[in-house]
């Protein structure tokens, strides 16, 4: 079956970075999107950043834009958030997902979600 399992997660301070990852199994990735989103208690699951393995293409929410980067090992099943120059406000439950379309569909559409692992940037 389709399972997501995200590692990485940690304390950083301000400033420092960490690099998330999202390893795969029940699929290949090859054509497939995955998407990365984080959530605060309280607060909506907030879309960070999602490669089209399809084509390549990837996207990122302003917030994180030219700070994060996503990427993909296609041999390793496994897809990468490098985020650096981390902030306090980064500071958030991070969950890879994917719908097992060839896009970067809306986050409502996702159907299936890894356990997530905890960011916290703090001094």
Known sequence: QVQLVESGGDLVQP???LKLSCKASGF???YYAIGWFRQVPGKKREGVSCI???DGK???SHSVKGRFTISSDNTKNTVYLQ???????DTAV???GTALVTSCPP???Y????????VTVSS
């Open 58 to 60: 990837t996207y990122y």
């Open 111 to 118: 159907d299936y979600w890894g356990q997530g692992t905890p």
């Open 52 to 54: 089209n393995n399809s």
């Open 107 to 109: 986050g409502y559409e």
């Open 28 to 30: 290949t990735l090859d």
């Open 83 to 89: 985020m650096n120059d981390l902030k306090p406000e």
């Open 94 to 96: 991070y969950y890879c």
């Open 15 to 17: 400033g420092g970075s």
